[in-house]
C-alpha cells in the first residue's frame, strides 16, 4: 500500500517552474552537476594528458593553447584542473558520506536509548572534540601513512561527531512526540521505531549539514594534500596544484589561482545547494 | 444608544504574490455599551482575527483590511488602533502562560502598562496594581506582587493577564478563548469574574470561543461566525431557541450538553473476567534532586484500584493533574508502576519475572491500542495514512500482504474516511480527519480494548460530535471495550455508560454514569458537574453554586 496511483493532491509544478522558483538551489545543483560531468568526462574533455612533463613548455602564461597556462613541468593547467575535479569530488564525497552514516546510527541510538548508552557516547564525543581537529587529522593520517586512504579514515573516525550531536538533540525531541509513544504502544521493534518513524522526521537538517559540511571536507583534504599527507604527485588534486604553485607565485600566479579557483567555486555549489535545501526543507540553522 | 464599537463592512484579505484569499468577508458588528457579545465560531472561522484586526495587531504582513470600518464610540480607530489599544481596549488572550513574561513579577507587568497609559509614578502604580490584583480575585495580592508566572496555576495566571488588560481602564475588553486552556471548575470562576467586572466597572466585552455552552451562560448577545462570514446574529435567547441558519443549528444540535441519550445503564454480565485489573496502582515520578541532594518523588497515583469490564465503555474524568493520562499509559505499559498489579486478561503486566511481564505485555499490545490527544502529533509526518495502517497490519501479521491494502481501505471506511485518504501526509489532513486516522490505526490492532486520551479535546464541536458517534457507533458494532479519558465530563455522559472522577491521583468516585451525574456521592464530583457549560442560557454560571472560597493559591 504505497502511495498509489491517485488524483495529485498538489498541483504539479513542471520541473523547470519548480527551479525557476529557486534560483539559489538551481545555481547550485548546476555548479555541482557541471563538476560531475567534468569529472566523469575528464578523459574526453581535457585537450592534454595532465601528468605528461613536457620540458619545452614550462610557466606558459595563459594563452589560446594553454588557457590556463603550464606549471613548471609543462604540463597544461586547465588539464589538470578538470582531472583534479575527479580525486576532489571523491574527497568531498566519500569524506562526507561516511562521518554523516556513523554519526547518525551513534546520534540514533544515543537519543533513543539514553542513559549510559547516551551518557557513554557523549563523553567520546567529547573525547574527539577535545582535540583540534586538524592535529588530530594529521595524528591519524601520519600513524596510517600519508594517502588518501588514510584520510578517508581520519575523516570518518573524526567527522561524525558533528552528526551524532545534531540527531540525537533531534531523536530526544521526537521520541516524546505521541507518534513515537503511539509507535511503542502498537508493539512495534525498538530498531522500527529508531529508523523508521523518528530518524526520517530527523534527518533534514543533517541533510543541510552534509551540505556544508562538503565544503569543509573539500577543503580539509586541500589542506592535507597541501601539508603532503593526502593526495601525493603527480596525480592532479587542487590542493597539490595550489602546493606546487607556491614556489612561483612571482612568476607564475596562474598555477595557484586557477585550482584555487576551482575549490573555491565547487565550494560555493555546494552552499548554495545547502541553503536552498535548507530553505526547501524548512531547517532553520 | 449608538453602539460603542461599531464594525461595519469589515474584509480582510491575505495577498500574496501568487493569490488573494479573503479571510473576513464583510463584517458588519455592533457592540452596544456595557453589553456582553459572545462570538462562537470553529477554528479558522475568522473570529480571533475580526479581534486582532480591531486592535490592528494583524498578524502577518500579507494581510490587508481590504474594505470596511471600524469606529468606537463614532470615531474612526481603523490605522489609528496605536491610540485605543490597551488604553481604550484591553486584550486578554487563550495561553495565559505564553502571554505573560515569564521574567518579570506579575505586578511589574501590571505597572508598566499602569505607567505607560496613565503615567502613575511607581509608587502609585504599585498600590493600583495590588488593588487590581485583589479585584481579580487574588487572596494575597501583596505577596503575588512580586510573584513571577510560574508560581501561579492556569487559572490564576489569566486573572493576571485579566488585571494587565483592566490596568488602563480600557472601555472594551476582548477576550479570545480565555478559558479554553483550562478545567471547567476554574473556567466558571473565570466566566463568572468576567461577569462581575462587567458589573463593576461598566466594561463592554467581547468573549470569543468555540463553546456555545460558554456564551449561553455569560453573555447577552451571540454572533456566530463561519469562514470568515458572520452567518447569524442576535439576542442570546432568541437564537438559541430559533437559530435560523444551518450551521447554527449544527453547532447547538453537537453541543454535548442537550443530548443526554446514550447513557443506558450497564448491561454487561460481570461473569466473565474483567479485561483490566488493576489493584493498588502507585506511579511516582522523580522530582527535582540532583547528585548529592536526595530525590523527591511526586506522586501521580495514589492506590488505584479498579476493575473493567469487557465490552464496556468506562468514562475516566477529573482536571489536569489528576492522574488519568498517567493511568492511561501505565496500564499500556508506557509508564513504570511503581508499586501494584495491573492484569491485562489474567497476566501479569507488573509481574517480577521479566519473562511473565514480557508475556503480558506481548498479550497487551495485541489487544490493546489507544488513541492520542493532538491528532497531528499522533502520526508520524513521513508516513501516509495508507502506509501508517499497512505497517501496523503488516507488523500483527494477521492479514496476508496481499490482503494488507484492501483491509486498510476497509478500515478507512469503518471510521468515515474516504479511501481516497490513503495515499495523503497527515499534514494535508484537517484535525478530523487526522484523529480518525488515528482511530484506524487503532483499530488496525484489532484490538479488544482502545484507550483514547482526551482525543476529541484538540477538535471544534460539530468535529467532536462527530467523533463521540463514531466511537458509540464502534463500541455498539464490535463490542468493544472502550476507556475514554476526558476532563470534558458532558462529552463522557453522552458516551460512557461507567463513570470514574478522579482528583489528585485517586479515584474519588466510581460509578453508572446515569447515577453518578444525576446524584453524584462526592461533593467534587458534584463541583465538577456544576462547572460544566450548560446551553441553557437561564441556567447560571456554575449551576448557581457559590465557589469554594479560592481553591487555588500561589504555590
Given at each position: 500500500?504505497?502511495?498509489?496511483?491517485?488524483?495529485?493532491?498538489?498541483?504539479?509544478?513542471?520541473?523547470?517552474?519548480?527551479?525557476?522558483?529557486?534560483?539559489?538551489?538551481?545555481?547550485?545543483?548546476?555548479?555541482?552537476?557541471?563538476?560531475?560531468?567534468?569529472?566523469?568526462?575528464?578523459?574526453?574533455?581535457?585537450?592534454?594528458?595532465?601528468?605528461?612533463?613536457?620540458?619545452?613548455?614550462?610557466?606558459?602564461?595563459?594563452?589560446?593553447?594553454?588557457?590556463?597556462?603550464?606549471?613548471?613541468?609543462?604540463?597544461?593547467?586547465?588539464?589538470?584542473?578538470?582531472?583534479g575535479?575527479?580525486?576532489?569530488?571523491?574527497?568531498?564525497?566519500?569524506?562526507?558520506v561516511?562521518?554523516f552514516?556513523?554519526?547518525?546510527?551513534?546520534?540514533?541510538?544515543?537519543?533513543?536509548?539514553?542513559?549510559?548508552?547516551?551518557?557513554?557516547?557523549?563523553?567520546?564525543?567529547?573525547?574527539?572534540?577535545?582535540?583540534?581537529?586538524?592535529?588530530?587529522?594529521?595524528?591519524?593520517?601520519?600513524?596510517?601513512?600519508?594517502?588518501?586512504?588514510?584520510?578517508?579514515?581520519?575523516?570518518?573516525?573524526?567527522?561524525?561527531?558533528s552528526?551524532?550531536?545534531?540527531?540525537?538533540?533531534?531523536?530526544?525531541?521526537?521520541?516524546?512526540?505521541?507518534?513515537?509513544?503511539?509507535?511503542?504502544?502498537?508493539?512495534?521493534?525498538?530498531?522500527?521505531?529508531?529508523f523508521?518513524?523518528?530518524?526520517?522526521?530527523?534527518?533534514?537538517?543533517?541533510?543541510?549539514?552534509?551540505?556544508?559540511?562538503?565544503?569543509?571536507?573539500?577543503?580539509?583534504?586541500?589542506?592535507?594534500?597541501?601539508?603532503?599527507?593526502?593526495?601525493?604527485?603527480?596525480?592532479?588534486?587542487?590542493?597539490?596544484?595550489?602546493?606546487?604553485?607556491q614556489?612561483?607565485?612571482?612568476?607564475?600566479w596562474?598555477?595557484?589561482?586557477?585550482?584555487?579557483?576551482?575549490?573555491?567555486v565547487?565550494?560555493?555549489?555546494?552552499?548554495?545547494?545547502?541553503?536552498?535545501?535548507?530553505?526547501?526543507?524548512?531547517?532553520?540553522? | 444608544?449608538?453602539?460603542?464599537?461599531?464594525?461595519?463592512?469589515?474584509?480582510?484579505?491575505?495577498?500574496?504574490?501568487?493569490?488573494?484569499?479573503?479571510?473576513?468577508?464583510?463584517i458588519?458588528?455592533?457592540?452596544?455599551?456595557?453589553?456582553?457579545?459572545?462570538?462562537?465560531?470553529?477554528?479558522?472561522?475568522?473570529?480571533?482575527?475580526?479581534?486582532?484586526t480591531?486592535?490592528?495587531?494583524?498578524?502577518?504582513?500579507?494581510?490587508?483590511?481590504?474594505?470596511?470600518?471600524?469606529?468606537?464610540?463614532?470615531?474612526?480607530?481603523?490605522?489609528?488602533?496605536?491610540?485605543?489599544?490597551?488604553?481604550?481596549?484591553?486584550?486578554?488572550f487563550?495561553?495565559?502562560?505564553?502571554?505573560?513574561?515569564?521574567?518579570?513579577?506579575?505586578g511589574?507587568?501590571?505597572?508598566?502598562?499602569?505607567?505607560?497609559?496613565?503615567?502613575?509614578?511607581?509608587?502609585?502604580?504599585?498600590?493600583?496594581?495590588?488593588?487590581?490584583?485583589?479585584?481579580?480575585?487574588?487572596?494575597?495580592?501583596?505577596?503575588?506582587?512580586?510573584?513571577?508566572?510560574?508560581?501561579?496555576?492556569?487559572?490564576?495566571?489569566?486573572?493576571?493577564?485579566?488585571?494587565?488588560?483592566?490596568?488602563?481602564?480600557?472601555?472594551?475588553l476582548?477576550?479570545?478563548?480565555?478559558?479554553?486552556?483550562?478545567?471547567?471548575?476554574?473556567?466558571?470562576?473565570?466566566?463568572?469574574?468576567?461577569q462581575?467586572?462587567?458589573?463593576?466597572?461598566?466594561?463592554?466585552?467581547?468573549?470569543?470561543?468555540?463553546?456555545?455552552?460558554?456564551?449561553?451562560?455569560?453573555?447577552?448577545r451571540?454572533a456566530?461566525?463561519?469562514?470568515?462570514?458572520?452567518?447569524?446574529?442576535?439576542?442570546?435567547?432568541?437564537?438559541?431557541?430559533?437559530?435560523?441558519?444551518?450551521?447554527?443549528?449544527q453547532?447547538i444540535?453537537?453541543?454535548?450538553s442537550?443530548?443526554?441519550?446514550?447513557?443506558?445503564?450497564?448491561?454487561?454480565?460481570?461473569?466473565?473476567?474483567?479485561?483490566?485489573?488493576?489493584?493498588?496502582?502507585?506511579?511516582?515520578?522523580?522530582?527535582?534532586?540532583?547528585?548529592?541532594?536526595?530525590?523527591?518523588?511526586?506522586?501521580?497515583?495514589?492506590?488505584?484500584?479498579l476493575?473493567?469490564?469487557?465490552?464496556?465503555?468506562?468514562?475516566?474524568?477529573?482536571?489536569?493533574?489528576?492522574?488519568?493520562?498517567?493511568?492511561?499509559?501505565?496500564?499500556?505499559?508506557?509508564?513504570?508502576?511503581s508499586?501494584?498489579?495491573?492484569?491485562?486478561?489474567?497476566?501479569?503486566?507488573?509481574?517480577?519475572?521479566?519473562?511473565?511481564?514480557?508475556?503480558?505485555?506481548?498479550?497487551?499490545?495485541?489487544?490493546?491500542?489507544?488513541?492520542?490527544?493532538?491528532?497531528?502529533?499522533?502520526?508520524?509526518?513521513?508516513?501516509?495514512?495508507g502506509?501508517?495502517?499497512?505497517?501496523?497490519?503488516?507488523?500483527?501479521?494477521?492479514?496476508?500482504?496481499?490482503?494488507?491494502?484492501?483491509?486498510?481501505?476497509?478500515?478507512?471506511?469503518?471510521?468515515?474516511?474516504?479511501?481516497?485518504?490513503?495515499?495523503?501526509?497527515?499534514?494535508?489532513l484537517?484535525?478530523?480527519?487526522?484523529?480518525?486516522?488515528?482511530?484506524?490505526?487503532?483499530?488496525?490492532?484489532?484490538?479488544?480494548?482502545?484507550?483514547?486520551?482526551?482525543?476529541?479535546?484538540?477538535?471544534?464541536?460539530?468535529?467532536?460530535?462527530?467523533?463521540?458517534?463514531?466511537?458509540?457507533?464502534?463500541?455498539?458494532?464490535?463490542?468493544?471495550?472502550?476507556?475514554?479519558?476526558?476532563?470534558?465530563?458532558?462529552?463522557?455522559?453522552?458516551?460512557?455508560?461507567?463513570?470514574?472522577?478522579?482528583?489528585?491521583?485517586?479515584?474519588?468516585?466510581?460509578?453508572?454514569?446515569?447515577?453518578?451525574?444525576?446524584?453524584?456521592?462526592?461533593?467534587?464530583?458534584?463541583?465538577?458537574?456544576?462547572?460544566?457549560?450548560?446551553?441553557?442560557?437561564?441556567r447560571?454560571?456554575?449551576?448557581?453554586?457559590?465557589?469554594?472560597?479560592?481553591?487555588?493559591?500561589a504555590?
Amino acid at each position: 500500500m504505497t502511495r498509489p496511483a491517485h488524483p495529485p493532491l498538489r498541483p504539479r509544478l513542471s520541473l523547470g517552474l519548480r527551479f525557476a522558483r529557486r534560483p539559489m538551489l538551481a545555481t547550485g545543483l548546476c555548479i555541482l552537476g557541471a563538476f560531475v560531468l567534468m569529472a566523469v568526462f575528464a578523459p574526453v574533455v581535457a585537450p592534454y594528458d595532465p601528468i605528461l612533463q613536457n620540458g619545452d613548455i614550462t610557466l606558459l602564461p595563459p594563452s589560446l593553447a594553454h588557457p590556463f597556462g603550464t606549471d613548471n613541468f609543462g604540463r597544461d593547467l586547465l588539464s589538470r584542473v578538470i582531472w583534479g575535479a575527479r580525486i576532489d569530488l571523491q574527497i568531498a564525497v566519500i569524506g562526507v558520506v561516511f562521518p554523516f552514516l556513523i554519526g547518525t546510527v551513534a546520534g540514533t541510538v544515543a537519543g533513543f536509548f539514553g542513559g549510559w548508552v547516551d551518557a557513554s557516547l557523549m563523553r567520546l564525543i567529547d573525547v574527539v572534540l577535545a582535540f583540534p581537529f586538524l592535529v588530530l587529522m594529521l595524528s591519524i593520517i601520519t600513524i596510517l601513512g600519508p594517502g588518501l586512504g588514510s584520510f578517508y579514515i581520519a575523516m570518518a573516525l573524526v567527522g561524525w561527531v558533528s552528526y551524532a550531536r545534531l540527531i540525537r538533540a533531534q531523536i530526544l525531541v521526537l521520541k516524546t512526540q505521541d507518534f513515537a509513544v503511539a509507535a511503542q504502544s502498537l508493539g512495534f521493534s525498538r530498531l522500527r521505531i529508531m529508523f523508521r518513524h523518528l530518524l526520517p522526521n530527523a534527518l533534514a537538517g543533517s541533510l543541510v549539514f552534509v551540505m556544508s559540511d562538503a565544503v569543509l571536507v573539500l577543503l580539509n583534504g586541500a589542506s592535507i594534500s597541501y601539508l603532503g599527507l593526502g593526495v601525493q604527485p603527480p596525480l592532479a588534486e587542487w590542493g597539490v596544484m595550489v602546493f606546487e604553485g607556491q614556489g612561483f607565485l612571482n612568476q607564475a600566479w596562474w598555477i595557484t589561482l586557477f585550482p584555487g579557483l576551482a575549490i573555491v567555486v565547487l565550494a560555493f555549489g555546494f552552499s548554495l545547494t545547502g541553503d536552498a535545501l535548507a530553505d526547501l526543507l524548512g531547517v532553520k540553522e | 444608544m449608538s453602539a460603542h464599537l461599531e464594525i461595519r463592512n469589515l474584509s480582510v484579505a491575505f495577498r500574496d504574490h501568487a493569490e488573494e484569499r479573503l479571510l473576513l468577508d464583510d463584517i458588519t458588528l455592533e457592540l452596544g455599551r456595557g453589553e456582553f457579545l459572545g462570538l462562537v465560531g470553529e477554528s479558522g472561522s475568522g473570529k480571533s482575527l475580526l479581534c486582532r484586526t480591531v486592535i490592528g495587531l494583524l498578524p502577518s504582513r500579507r494581510l490587508h483590511v481590504t474594505q470596511g470600518s471600524v469606529r468606537l464610540d463614532e470615531t474612526e480607530i481603523l490605522g489609528r488602533e496605536d491610540c485605543i489599544r490597551g488604553r481604550r481596549i484591553g486584550m486578554i488572550f487563550q495561553n495565559p502562560t505564553s502571554h505573560l513574561d515569564p521574567v518579570m513579577t506579575i505586578g511589574k507587568q501590571i505597572c508598566e502598562g499602569l505607567a505607560l497609559h496613565k503615567g502613575l509614578g511607581p509608587a502609585a502604580a504599585r498600590t493600583e496594581a495590588t488593588q487590581l490584583l485583589r479585584q481579580v480575585g487574588f487572596p494575597d495580592p501583596e505577596r503575588s506582587f512580586s510573584a513571577y508566572a510560574h508560581e501561579f496555576s492556569g487559572g490564576m495566571r489569566q486573572r493576571a493577564m485579566i488585571a494587565i488588560a483592566l490596568s488602563c481602564d480600557p472601555e472594551i475588553l476582548i477576550a479570545d478563548e480565555p478559558t479554553t486552556a483550562l478545567d471547567v471548575t476554574i473556567q466558571a470562576q473565570i466566566l463568572r469574574l468576567l461577569q462581575d467586572l462587567r458589573a463593576a466597572r461598566g466594561l463592554s466585552i467581547i468573549l470569543i470561543t468555540h463553546d456555545l455552552g460558554v456564551v449561553a451562560q455569560t453573555c447577552d448577545r451571540i454572533a456566530v461566525m463561519r469562514q470568515g462570514r458572520i452567518v447569524e446574529h442576535g439576542e442570546k435567547r432568541a437564537l438559541l431557541a430559533a437559530p435560523v441558519h444551518p450551521y447554527t443549528q449544527q453547532l447547538i444540535a453537537s453541543h454535548p450538553s442537550l443530548s443526554h441519550a446514550g447513557t443506558e445503564p450497564v448491561r454487561h454480565k460481570h461473569d466473565r473476567s474483567p479485561v483490566f485489573e488493576i489493584t493498588d496502582l502507585d506511579v511516582t515520578f522523580p522530582q527535582g534532586g540532583g547528585l548529592l541532594m536526595k530525590r523527591r518523588g511526586f506522586r501521580a497515583l495514589k492506590a488505584v484500584s479498579l476493575k473493567i469490564w469487557p465490552g464496556e465503555t468506562l468514562g475516566v474524568v477529573g482536571e489536569s493533574g489528576s492522574g488519568k493520562s498517567t493511568l492511561a499509559r501505565t496500564i499500556l505499559g508506557l509508564n513504570p508502576a511503581s508499586a501494584g498489579r495491573i492484569l491485562f486478561e489474567g497476566h501479569d503486566l507488573t509481574a517480577t519475572s521479566a519473562q511473565l511481564r514480557r508475556a503480558g505485555l506481548d498479550r497487551l499490545r495485541t489487544g490493546a491500542a489507544m488513541v492520542f490527544q493532538d491528532p497531528f502529533n499522533a502520526l508520524n509526518p513521513r508516513l501516509t495514512v495508507g502506509e501508517t495502517l499497512a505497517e501496523v497490519l503488516r507488523h500483527r501479521g494477521e492479514t496476508p500482504p496481499a490482503e494488507i491494502e484492501n483491509r486498510a481501505g476497509e478500515l478507512l471506511d469503518m471510521v468515515g474516511l474516504d479511501r481516497a485518504f490513503a495515499p495523503r501526509l497527515p499534514r494535508s489532513l484537517s484535525g478530523g480527519q487526522c484523529q480518525r486516522a488515528g482511530i484506524a490505526r487503532a483499530l488496525a490492532v484489532n484490538p479488544r480494548v482502545i484507550i483514547a486520551d482526551e482525543c476529541v479535546a484538540a477538535l471544534d464541536v460539530t468535529i467532536q460530535a462527530q467523533i463521540v458517534a463514531l466511537f458509540r457507533e464502534l463500541t455498539e458494532k464490535t463490542g468493544l471495550t472502550l476507556i475514554f479519558i476526558a476532563h470534558d465530563l458532558a462529552i463522557v455522559r453522552n458516551l460512557c455508560e461507567r463513570v470514574v472522577v478522579m482528583h489528585h491521583g485517586e479515584i474519588v468516585e466510581d460509578g453508572p454514569s446515569a447515577r453518578v451525574f444525576a446524584r453524584p456521592e462526592k461533593p467534587y464530583t458534584a463541583a465538577l458537574i456544576a462547572a460544566i457549560p450548560d446551553i441553557d442560557p437561564d441556567r447560571p454560571i456554575n449551576g448557581g453554586i457559590p465557589f469554594p472560597s479560592q481553591q487555588e493559591f500561589a504555590t
